[in-house]
């Protein structure tokens, strides 16, 4: 029995990545994969290499790629900070527009060497979801996990077109450098939605192994007999630690792109606020380029409120199915209260208490339902003092 439970835990290994052999990921989690692999290669941000059914993560080679990239970006930014300083005749507008682009800047670097230094996590994170698939098959979660990568990009993707193409159109004071430059600003977006097919992965797999356990407690005859009810019941909970161990590791791999979204996007909207109230208090902007700046302000707010509550709720969905399936162990003990279940539902709850954790970018606050709300109250209170200071 004991050699049976280490073949057990060897097929569900937790880390890997630490074993070469097991690098191979099949063709139809890739298809849950491609419009974000594909993505982030023509952004030059690739978490890790994907080939012949084998991932491995980046290298130093892939800072050439990066190179590239970061090169482009910065002379997007030099073209457009230049076509600024010959626009704008104010220089809190500039310094408003200059914090901000340079923020999307720095932010691409820094993700651009993380892509390289977490290039084992972030195999380590691909791979033990592709176990997890593997593990805990449902033809209906794939099919809604397509559909949610699909639809969550290619969304993304008219969003950013139309705020571009619209902009150009009406907007006097934009150029093309500059709606390039904030066209690369999606790879940003991207990633926040790639922390959300996670989350989305992991609460689909967590009620897929709720709802096995719960057609054994309901049907007497899936009951196995006692000798074997031990070694069903440790691979049920073996399973269970693969999803605390992906949330774990998304947990570490997502934390300065979680952290710098919320704040990019809270500093971006005071900033745009302020823009916005000083024209309209000194009256130096040309009506159109007013009502455009405006609306283009409400459009970048709303898509990235969308994108940050997208995450939250899903990230919300998430402790609720393990709370469920919480409640689930509890009712299979109450149906079969037997030594060995007890001994599982111990050790079920010994795993929730002591690993599972919320996603917390560096423990400054909890991606929870409720962080929207205490966001937007937040970005409200500075507004009002913006106000304050510019009609009081």
């Not at 280490?6 to 290994?13: E, N």
């Not at 076509?83 to 682009?101: E, G, K, N, R, W």
């Given at each position: ?15 890997p990545s630490e074993n070469l052999l097991q690098n191979v990921v099949d063709k139809e989690f890739q298809n849950l994969l491609t419009p974000f692999y594909f993505l982030t290669m023509i952004f030059c941000l690739r978490k890790y290499d994907l080939r012949d059914n084998y991932v491995t993560p980046n290298t130093k080679r892939d800072l050439v790629t990066c190179a590239l990239g970061m090169f482009i970006a910065y002379m997007l930014l030099f ?314």
């Open positions: 029995m004991a050699q049976r439970k280490m073949q057990s835990r060897y097929q569900f290994d937790l880390h073209c457009t900070l230049r076509y600024f300083a010959t626009v704008f005749d104010t220089s809190t507008v500039f310094a408003m527009y200059l914090i901000t682009y340079v923020q999307y800047a720095i932010n691409y670097t820094i993700l651009c060497f993380l892509n390289v230094i977490e290039g084992k996590l972030n195999v380590d994170v691909l791979l033990i979801l592709h176990q997890i698939n593997k593990s805990l098959q449902s033809s209906a979660d794939d099919r809604k996990l397509k559909y949610l990568s699909w639809m969550s990009t290619s969304g993304l993707l008219v969003v950013y077109f139309l705020l571009v193409f619209f902009k150009l159109l009406l907007d006097p004071l934009w150029n093309w450098s500059r709606a390039t430059f904030i066209a690369t600003t999606l790879i940003f977006d991207l990633e926040l939605l790639y922390i959300v097919f996670i989350a989305y992965f992991l609460a689909c797999k967590t009620d897929t192994w709720r709802q096995m356990l719960q057609e054994k407690r309901m049907y007497p005859e899936n009951v196995i007999s006692n000798e074997n009810e031990e070694i069903e019941l440790d691979e049920k909970l073996l399973k269970f630690e693969m999803i605390i161990n992906a949330l774990e590791l998304t947990k570490k791999s997502s934390r300065w792109t979680i952290l710098f979204h919320f704040v990019i996007a809270f500093t971006q909207a005071l900033a745009y606020f302020e823009i916005l109230i000083l024209w309209i208090k000194n009256n130096s902007a040309d009506p159109k380029v007013t009502s455009s700046h405006l609306y283009g302000v409400i459009l970048w707010v709303f898509k990235s409120l969308i994108t940050e509550t997208f995450l939250c709720i899903t990230c919300e969905v998430l402790y609720r199915r393990i709370a469920a399936a919480q409640v689930e162990v509890i009712l299979y003990l109450a149906y079969h209260p037997s030594c060995t279940v007890r001994r599982f539902k111990k050790n079920f709850f010994r795993l929730s208490k002591i690993r599972l954790e919320m996603l917390s970018p560096w423990g400054i606050f909890s991606v929870d339902a409720a962080l929207p709300l205490r966001m937007v109250a937040l970005l409200a209170n500075y507004i009002i003092v913006l106000l304050q200071f510019a009609f009081l």
